[in-house]
């Protein structure tokens, strides 16, 4: 059984930075993407960036060059830097992953996110 953990969300200022971590239980089969997606209040669940095995990247235009999305393999983790932080950014953040190969779908519990002042 996977388990996703997510830490790192709290509260931060307009224009700081945070790193969000999701930490993997058990084994995800390989290949597999990982990533992270946002849901705020009111607004459908949405993609802000993943990242494939192999190492490469997408990231939703909302927050290019904004976010890094990095992933350690050996320890089936996958981490969110990101700065320059704005209040729309305000949102529960969900751990994903998924199989390349099979049906499996991941998630975790989510973390708060909240950009005020």
């Known amino acids: 059984q996977v388990q996703l953990v997510e830490s790192g969300g709290g509260l931060v200022q307009p224009g700081g930075s945070l790193r969000l971590s999701c930490a993997a239980s058990?084994?995800?089969?390989?290949?597999?993407?990982m990533g992270w997606y946002r849901q705020a209040p009111g607004k459908e669940r949405e993609l802000v960036a993943v990242i494939t095995t192999g190492g490469h990247a997408n990231y939703a235009d909302s927050v290019k060059g904004r976010c890094t999305i990095s992933r350690d393999n050996v320890k089936n983790t996958v981490f969110l830097e990101m700065n320059s932080l704005k209040t729309d950014d305000t949102a529960v953040y969900y751990c994903?992953?998924?199989?390349?190969?099979?049906?499996?779908?991941?998630w975790g519990q989510g973390t708060q996110v909240t950009v005020s002042s």
């Open positions: 994903h992953a998924a199989p390349y190969y099979s049906g499996a779908r991941y």
């Open positions: 058990g084994s995800i089969s390989s290949p597999n993407i």
